[in-house]
């Protein structure tokens, strides 16, 4: 079996260059191979040959682990586009009755990647804060909490007594990971691969992309830079009746160990069995955290995929993992604002106005109604008879609808360009979509958006509460 599957004690043993759990592989031979081994194709056209491939069910199920295993090995870009898929639907890039298979297999990528040894984790510690874990902290678990694409989590306690995390960073893997932003078979790979669900609009600049996908993964790789974006959301939202962020110890945090308060709840597969009444509750949090958040802060946390919060039972949700965060000025928040306002105007001209303005129609405009009619498919949830309930069917429709460059908007798609800077607007629209959905989350999104933009009355206990908080912090 998989060595990410034996029980502790009993996987292989890591050799120095070996390529074995937590030591990661550097070379752009070594780096590509894992997944080109699979059909001796590129790897980009193996992933995708596979996700399309119409086979028998064990075939696709087959194929589905294999593929969610090589991306989990292979550490950085690749196991962030197999993160991206296990949770974004992937809408006409895999056949319907095969959806649930890939999803099954690559969802292990959300939060239980392949660890690494206890004895490397252990040297990351020495080495980044000058003594072994067991003589840092007072306690220490050397088997992780949860392992993802850049590093592990550890349960510890401080000698003052403070529960704590420690995110501890892979050997190697940041040196990999530059690598990889460096191999063009590997970039190329991981475009293919989230093709299916980021807007493949025609005049967009691919290096643009791949210049502000450059930049994302790249601060990822320091954690003092998440260290400090982390501690921005938490200042922010410190005593919040509904969202919670740790607090950082910069003490004990480094550009490859960053340690947290520690926060127990229910993870994605667990909270998706609650009562529907209570995902709701969590859903309009997340929706009211994401989008309040850009509003008040002119910050996104650019990676909302389910590993990245904890569920309570009370209705509060816990936002880990701030190491891909945007920061738009304020003439940027006011641009989405007015634009998302004349969509749901009905103004064709304005809206046409607004994204002219932002570089999004670098030649030949798309014909005004037609783009108002592609812009407003997203804001059904706030156009449509309230309350909405975001499903699966709608995060598909979303993906087949607004970002095929053949489907029914295919006029205005490839007449539209992507500005670098706003990427992240699309991963965290269909993120956000797809947690939802995932929910089936069903609030009042209108009244709530018009809280935010237009200042209205909340209109939602979630709503009185955060008015009554923001009121007290004024």
């Known amino acids: 079996m998989p060595e990410a599957d034996q029980p502790a004690g009993q996987r292989t043993p890591v050799r120095a260059g070996s390529g074995g759990p937590g030591r990661i592989r550097t070379g752009r031979v070594a780096r590509a191979a894992p997944l080109v081994a699979l059909t001796g194709r590129t790897a980009g056209e193996a992933v995708i040959s596979a996700l399309r491939r119409k086979d028998r069910a064990g075939v696709h199920q087959r194929g589905a682990e294999r593929y969610a295993e090589s991306l989990g090995r292979s550490r950085g870009v690749l196991m962030k586009a197999g993160q991206i898929l296990s949770f974004v639907s992937l809408g006409s890039l895999v056949e319907g009755s095969s959806q649930s298979v890939y999803q099954a297999a690559l969802a292990r990528l959300q939060d239980d990647a392949p660890p690494m040894e206890p004895e490397l984790a252990a040297g990351v510690v020495t080495a980044e804060l000058g003594a072994p874990p067991q003589e840092v902290f007072a306690e220490f678990e050397p088997d992780p909490l949860a392992a993802a694409s850049i590093g592990q989590v550890h349960a510890a306690t401080t000698h003052d007594g403070r529960r704590v995390v420690v995110k501890i960073q892979y050997p190697g893997v940041d040196e990999a990971i530059r690598a990889d932003l460096a191999n063009a078979e590997l970039l190329a790979t991981f ?141 940027q928040v006011g641009w989405m604002v007015r634009a998302v306002q004349a969509a749901i105007d009905g103004d064709a001209d304005e809206l046409l106005k607004q994204y002219t303005a932002q570089g999004f129609v670098p030649g030949e405009p798309p014909e005004p109604k037609a783009l108002l009619a592609w812009a407003r498919e997203s804001l059904a949830p706030v156009l449509a008879e309230q309350p909405f309930t975001y499903t699966p069917e709608f995060a598909a429709r979303i993906v087949d609808l607004e970002f095929s460059p053949r489907g029914p908007h295919s006029a205005v798609v490839q007449r539209l360009a992507l500005p670098g800077e706003y990427l992240a607007l699309s991963r965290i629209d269909l993120g956000l979509t797809s947690v939802l959905a995932g929910l089936h989350a069903a609030s009042d999104w209108r009244s709530i958006r018009e809280e935010m933009d237009l200042g209205a009355a909340p209109a939602t206990r979630l709503g009185e509460l955060e008015a009554a908080y923001r009121e007290a912090r004024s």
Not at 218 to 224: F, K, L, N, S, V
Not at 232 to 246: E, K, L, M, T
């Open 191 to 331: 475009f293919q691969l989230i093709r299916g669900v980021l807007p493949d609009l025609g005049h967009t600049d691919a290096r643009a992309l791949a210049a502000e996908v450059t930049e994302r993964i790249g601060e990822e790789i320091d954690y003092r830079v998440e260290a400090v974006n982390q501690q921005a959301f938490a200042d922010a939202y410190r005593g919040h009746p509904f969202a919670r962020v740790p607090e950082v110890l910069p003490e004990y945090s480094t550009a490859r160990v960053l340690t947290m308060e520690r926060s127990d709840g229910m993870r994605w597969a667990q909270a998706r069995q609650a009562d529907q009444e209570l995902k709701n509750q969590w859903g309009e949090a997340v929706y009211r955290f994401t989008l309040g958040s850009l509003r008040r802060l002119g910050r996104f946390n650019a990676d909302p995929h389910p590993g990245n919060y904890l569920f309570h039972p009370d209705g509060t949700v816990t936002f880990l993992d701030f190491g891909c965060v945007k920061t738009w000025d304020t003439a």
